[in-house]
């Protein structure tokens, strides 16, 4: 079992930055890709992005140039530097890792005023 814990969301206006971390612990040996996925209200849990354990990263284009995921091993950490926020990036922001199966976080807010 793996269990993730979120933080980092909060309040920011359109144009601001904010950088949500997820820090894993149980059985972080096994753990290959971790990544991000979002909720807006009344819609799908949609991609964010994703980073293989060597480091190979994936990205919605709606976040490509604004948003970079990094990881950090040797902590078991992954994170989301989320630059140029717009308004439509309002969401709840779910941490992913994958071993033999997907780990999800509890999901932290996002939103963005304009």
């Known amino acids: 079992q793996v269990q993730l814990v979120e933080s980092g969301g909060g309040l920011v206006q359109a144009g601001g930055s904010l950088r949500l971390s997820c820090a894993a612990s149980?059985?972080?040996?096994?753990?290959?890709?971790m990544g991000w996925y979002r909720q807006a209200p009344g819609k799908q849990r949609d991609l964010v992005a994703t980073?293989?354990?060597?480091?190979?990263?994936n990205y919605a284009d709606s976040v490509k140039g604004r948003f970079t995921i990094s990881r950090d091993n040797a902590k078991n950490t992954v994170y989301l530097q989320m630059n140029s926020l717009k308004p439509e990036d309002t969401a709840v922001y779910y941490c992913?890792?994958?071993?033999?199966?997907?780990?999800w976080g509890q999901g932290t807010q996002v939103t963005v005023s304009s």
């Open positions: 149980g059985s972080t040996f096994s753990i290959d890709a």
């Open positions: 992913i890792v994958t071993t033999f199966r997907t780990f």
């Open positions: 980073i293989s354990r060597l480091g190979s990263t």
